[in-house]
T-cell receptor
Framework: QKEVEQDPGPLSVPEGAIVSLNCTYSNSAFQYFMWYRQYSRKGPELLMYTYSSGNKEDGRFTAQVDKSSKYISLFIRDSQPSDSATYLC???????????????FGKGTHLIIQP | NAGVTQTPKFRVLKTGQSMTLLCAQDMNHEYMYWYRQDPGMGLRLIHYSVGEGTTAKGEVPDGYNVSRLKKQNFLLGLESAAPSQTSVYFCASDGGYEQYFGPGTRLTVT
């Protein structure tokens, strides 16, 4: 059964704090793990994707995957008011040549960074 | 390079009316997808296509039909709209390892 669990929040933190966003998934066949950011009334924007267990860093953002516990995380350092948005985790099973039959999303966490 | 575009941006329909949503991508991607997003439900896959001329059902396909006659376009049709189809519809395309989303179509069925 495809399922990704994510706390919808809202999560409110002061500017400059480290933010931790988390998801769990149930299907061990999931291979790729993504984080999308969605501003109000906009389409989801891909932030990061990872394939293997471990950490991947991009500027202030770090994505972490633990396949043994089926747990994925996104950390935001030095959070800014402009980071206020809904963050969606997603996962899929990729074809051998790339592509997939669609992403399975968590419900999204609404993040508020207070100035 | 416009990425993924969707037409129209907003639409209000009466129950029983039909309409077609158009998605276009200029990235030469093989894979295209239609999702709907509802409060408290997240994004759910309606239909998808793995190449020109192909379509497949996703998680919530009932009440929708799709066509992929050209590689760059993916159409989503509602033959007889119902209030339960009030939602925000997102199209996405995938070139192999990343899905890019359009800006969405906000549909209200009264």
């Amino acid at each position: 059964q495809k399922e990704v669990e994510q706390d919808p929040g809202p999560l409110s933190v002061p500017e400059g704090a480290i933010v931790s966003l988390n998801c769990t998934y149930s299907n061990s066949a999931f291979q790729y793990f993504m984080w999308y950011r969605q501003y109000s009334r906009k389409g989801p924007e891909l932030l990061m994707y990872t394939y293997s267990s471990g950490n991947k860093e991009d500027g202030r953002f770090t994505a972490q995957v633990d396949k043994s516990s089926k747990y994925i995380s996104l950390f935001i350092r030095d959070s800014q008011p402009s980071d206020s948005a809904t963050y969606l985790c997603a996962t899929d099973i990729r074809y051998s040549g790339g592509g997939a039959d669609g992403l399975t999303f968590g419900k999204g966490t609404h993040l508020i960074i207070q100035p | 390079n416009a990425g993924v575009t969707q037409t129209p941006k907003f639409r209000v329909l009466k129950t029983g009316q039909s309409m077609t949503l158009l998605c276009a991508q200029d990235m030469n991607h093989e894979y295209m997808y239609w999702y709907r997003q509802d409060p408290g439900m997240g994004l759910r896959l309606i239909h998808y296509s793995v190449g020109e001329g192909t379509t497949a059902k996703g998680e919530v396909p009932d009440g929708y039909n799709v066509s992929r006659l050209k590689k760059q376009n993916f159409l989503l049709g509602l033959e007889s709209a119902a209030p339960s189809q009030t939602s925000v519809y997102f199209c996405a395309s995938d070139g192999g390892y990343e899905q890019y989303f359009g800006p969405g179509t906000r549909l209200t069925v009264t």
